[in-house]
Every structure is written in structure tokens, then in C-alpha cells.
């Protein structure tokens, strides 16, 4: 295959070794994977993954922008966020479970050349500068945690993005190879900070309420099905990524829309307890993003749906305005959705798994 000019990311899992060696293997393997598949999912419709290596990722773009950095500190922050949300829900007293906290996420990224080639049923990268990415793990950066970007990344950068890094030339049988780090320590601190595990009343800054004509337990699964979900969001395909454990927290459900699905748009849970309440993180257009709690509770056979959303302040003197947009958009929004989960009530979906439950 021709030469490709872009942008290499190795993604490596810190303290892989030790936390390996020293720990029980069903569980640890668990863990491990879990981390690597939200790394992969993170990178979806980014970064093309060419190649996994146990406690790595090799992935490629042809982009060469800061938006890479971006999406690497996006992918950082998730990771940590599965790591809390595995420990969260342990209650398993083995090694593996009590240390997984120890473990870290480091990412080498380097502009250069690479090819692919087909070996078997499998493609491998292959060139001069993925040899470098992989030597490059192995540097004298003093941390656990970072982005070790080489000069030739750097110099598609602006100074404003360079200027967060620090510099740190690395010396190897092939001469000395110029680069930097940035510390992703407060990526991590603000990742964990920013999680809303609940909307209320009061932080509310669109409050709605919906009745549905069926039990909480049938309306939370309409909410949660990714077949169901597809048909209220109106979108052609929704994939569901499982959560810490194979639960809902921190679950992921991916809405692929365009021509091609090549658009994607991501619903987080940030916090659940069904069928009482859902707190969902969700990509939303004018703010970016924001949260919204779902509170279901039977009122006689019906179920009252009171839905709580915020977002960000917007700054400047627009961000009044914008905010008044972006709640009558959401509403019309919300409101489509609420019909469509009626008609699926009025269809009986749902209701048949509800009853096995009940039954079971």
C-alpha cells in the first residue's frame, strides 16, 4: 500500500506491567479490557486504529491540527471516568479490583509517514517513523500521565497550544529526536470534577414534565433500548456501548446519523438508578453539551416523566440569548421524542419484557 503523510498516536496503558504481574488475571483482563475498548470507542470517527498491542493502542489520521490534542485529552478524560466508575461499582476485595486505580494513560504522537500492510487477515503498520512512535514510549518524561508530542507534531501546532508543553529531547542509537510533554494531570482533575450525577429543581434550566400511559419500569426501557432509542431520536442507527461492568454507568449510546453514518452523536449516563431516575450527559448544538435528568415515578397506571436540564453558562453578551435558543430548541426537541415514546407504549413495546421480569 502507498505511503500516508499524517499524524501517529500511540495511546499506552502506565503501570500495565506491574498491575499485571502482581494481581489475580480473570479480573485484571476485565479491567483491561473494559479500558482499552473505551479508548477505541473514543477514538471512533477520529482516529483510524490500526493496531492493538495489549496495553496499547496504534492509531492514525491524516490530520495533522491541535484538534488531535483535543481529542486525545477528551479520550484521557473518559478514561478516568470508566476507571471511577469501575471502582465505584466494585465490591470485589482481589487485587486486581482494589489497585486498578494505579493504573494510567500516556499518549506519544508523532507527524510522519506511514504504509499498511496486509499480513494474513490482519493489516500492520509498517515505516521508519512507526518505529519511532514505539521507541518513543520509552523516554525520560517524569511523569505518568502526558502527551509527548515530537517537534515535527509541534510545528503544525500554534505557539498558544506549544506553549503547555515542555520541552524534552530524547537521545537514541539514532540520534536525538526533538520533543515535548504536557502534563494531563488537570485534564484528569477536571474530568472527574465536571461529572453531574444529578439535575435538580434547582439547577434546572429546563424543566418539563411528560405522562405516559404505562409503568416506569416499561418508559425506562423505551429510554434505554437502543432499538427504541433510535426510533424517539429519529436517527438510523444507534449503538450501545455497555458501562463500568457491563452496566448502564458510564454506558454510551452512539446515534449515527448522515448519508453514510458518518456523523456521530454521543448520550452518556452519568448516573442511574432504574426505573427511578437517569442522568444522561448528551452533545448539544449552541452549548456544546449538556445534562439531563430523567425522574420517572407511577401515578396511578400512568408513569410522570419530570426531566431536569442544564448546561454551561454561555459567556459574552449573546449568551443570554443563546441560552433562550438553545431551551426552546431542546423542548421541541424533547417533546418530539415524548410522542414517539407514546406511540411505542401504545404499540406494547416494552411491555413484554417487563412482564418476564415481573415473572422471573
Not at 101 to 117: A, N, P, W, Y
Not at 179 to 188: E, G, Q, R, S
Not at 224 to 238: F, H, I, Q, S
Not at 251 to 271: P, S, Y
Amino acid at each position: 500500500m502507498p505511503a500516508t503523510q499524517g499524524t501517529l498516536v500511540l495511546a499506552d496503558i502506565s503501570g500495565y506491567t506491574a498491575y499485571m504481574a502482581g494481581v489475580e488475571h480473570e479480573h485484571s483482563l476485565e479491567i483491561i479490557g473494559e479500558l482499552i475498548e473505551t479508548i477505541a470507542n473514543s477514538f471512533d470517527s477520529r482516529l483510524h486504529i490500526d493496531q492493538l498491542e495489549g496495553d496499547a493502542l496504534c492509531a492514525t489520521t491524516e490530520r495533522t491540527d491541535p484538534e488531535i490534542l483535543a481529542w486525545l485529552n477528551d479520550t484521557f478524560g473518559r478514561f478516568h471516568e470508566r476507571l471511577r466508575d469501575i471502582r465505584e461499582l466494585s465490591t470485589c476485595p482481589c487485587r486486581a479490583c482494589a489497585s486498578a486505580s494505579d493504573l494510567g494513560l500516556k499518549f506519544i504522537v508523532h507527524r510522519g509517514e506511514f504504509s499498511r500492510q496486509q499480513i494474513g487477515h490482519a493489516v500492520q503498520l509498517y515505516g521508519t517513523d512507526v518505529n519511532l512512535v514505539h521507541r518513543l514510549a520509552k523516554n525520560t518524561v517524569p511523569l505518568r500521565e502526558y502527551v509527548f508530542a515530537t517537534d515535527a507534531t509541534l510545528a503544525g501546532w500554534p505557539e498558544s497550544v506549544r506553549q503547555g508543553f515542555v520541552a524534552a529531547p530524547q537521545r537514541y542509537d539514532v540520534g536525538e529526536v526533538g520533543a515535548a510533554y504536557a502534563d494531563l494531570a488537570p485534564v484528569k482533575e477536571k474530568a472527574l470534577k465536571d461529572r453531574v450525577v444529578e439535575v435538580t429543581p434547582q439547577t434546572s434550566k429546563l424543566t418539563l414534565r411528560y405522562r405516559y400511559a404505562g409503568p416506569p419500569e416499561q418508559v425506562a426501557f423505551i429510554l434505554m433500548d437502543p432499538e427504541t432509542r433510535k426510533r424517539y431520536l429519529g436517527v438510523p442507527r444507534v449503538d450501545l456501548i455497555p458501562g463500568a461492568k457491563g452496566t448502564y454507568l458510564g454506558a454510551e449510546f452512539h446515534c449515527r446519523h448522515g448519508k453514510n453514518l458518518e456523523g456521530k452523536t454521543v448520550f452518556r449516563i452519568t448516573a442511574c438508578d432504574i426505573p427511578d431516575f437517569i442522568t444522561t450527559y448528551m452533545e448539544f448544538p449552541m452549548v456544546g453539551h449538556a445534562y439531563r435528568t430523567d425522574r420517572l415515578r407511577a401515578e396511578g397506571r400512568e408513569t410522570v416523566n419530570d426531566v431536569y436540564v442544564t448546561w454551561d453558562r454561555l459567556p459574552g453578551p449573546l449568551g443570554p440569548v443563546k441560552e433562550k435558543g438553545t431551551a426552546l430548541m431542546a423542548k421541541v426537541y424533547f417533546d418530539k421524542s415524548a410522542n414517539a415514546i407514546r406511540k411505542m407504549l401504545a404499540e406494547g413495546i416494552g411491555a413484554d419484557r417487563i412482564r418476564a421480569t415481573a415473572a422471573s
